[in-house]
């Protein structure tokens, strides 16, 4: 399975933006890139997913480099709620199988 | 909204003893998932269940712990006899399954979190 690479940990300010990075150099074409985020003490939920273009939801925007070796999960206006661990995975589009997470980054917000 | 359940959601055992963790999927869900998470880690796959077969139990430690999903709805997580490395957090998750979409989002239940002393 293609792997991800993320940063252990990141701070950002209450109500700024958030921009969290992800290395997947060894994508392939058939991969969708999701995101999971485990807030403190609770099972891990989605964030948002993509395959090629840029998507938004109501939760975050993920940015998809043109070569698709790098994303970036923005979070628009960080709150202290969204202090959590976040997951960049990559999953075979309509395979209906196991997550495979890493670490993750863990997000600290500071008020 | 419609959740995983999961129960207990804290257990404390001595080791030696059997356990027994309790997973109700959101209604409709073919696939369940049972992961274990390690302090610091990333939950790993247990056991993988499409309706009431297993589909992947290949990281499940068979000598120890077992997993059946009779009806295809509800599932139980067993392990007998619980070794003080079993301390960790037990994450159930559910997905659509064979009817998904396709990026076939799994959702989770808060966990059963068991100390073995």
């Known amino acids: 399975d293609a792997k991800t690479t993320q940063p252990n940990s990141m701070e950002s300010n209450e109500e700024e933006p958030v921009h969290l990075p992800c290395n997947h150099s060894t994508i392939s074409g058939t991969d969708y890139i999701h995101w999971y985020r485990q807030l403190p003490s609770q099972g891990p939920e989605y964030v948002i997913h993509g395959l090629t273009s840029n998507v938004n939801n109501r939760m975050a925007s993920l940015a998809i480099a043109e070569d698709r070796k790098s994303s970036t999960l923005i979070l628009h206006r960080a709150t202290l709620r969204d202090a959590a661990v976040y997951y960049c995975?990559?999953?075979?589009?309509?395979?209906?199988?196991?997550?495979?997470f890493g670490k993750g980054t863990r997000l600290h917000i500071l008020p | 909204e419609a959740e995983v359940a999961q129960s207990p959601r804290y257990k404390i055992t001595e080791k030696s003893q059997a356990v027994a963790f309790w997973c109700d999927p959101i209604?409709?869900?073919?696939?369940l998932y049972w992961y274990r998470q390690i302090l610091g880690q990333g939950p790993e796959l247990l056991v993988q269940f499409q309706d009431e077969s297993v589909v992947d139990d290949s990281q499940l430690p068979k000598d120890r712990f077992s997993a059946e999903r009779l009806k295809g709805v509800d599932s139980t997580l067993k392990i007998q006899p619980a070794e003080l490395g079993d301390s960790a957090m037990y994450l159930c998750a559910s997905s659509l399954g064979r009817a998904g979409p396709s990026y076939n989002e799994q959702f989770f239940g808060p966990g059963t979190r068991l100390t073995v002393l």
């Open positions: 995975i990559l999953r075979v589009g309509n395979r209906d199988d196991k997550i495979i």
């Open positions: 209604s409709g869900h073919a696939t």
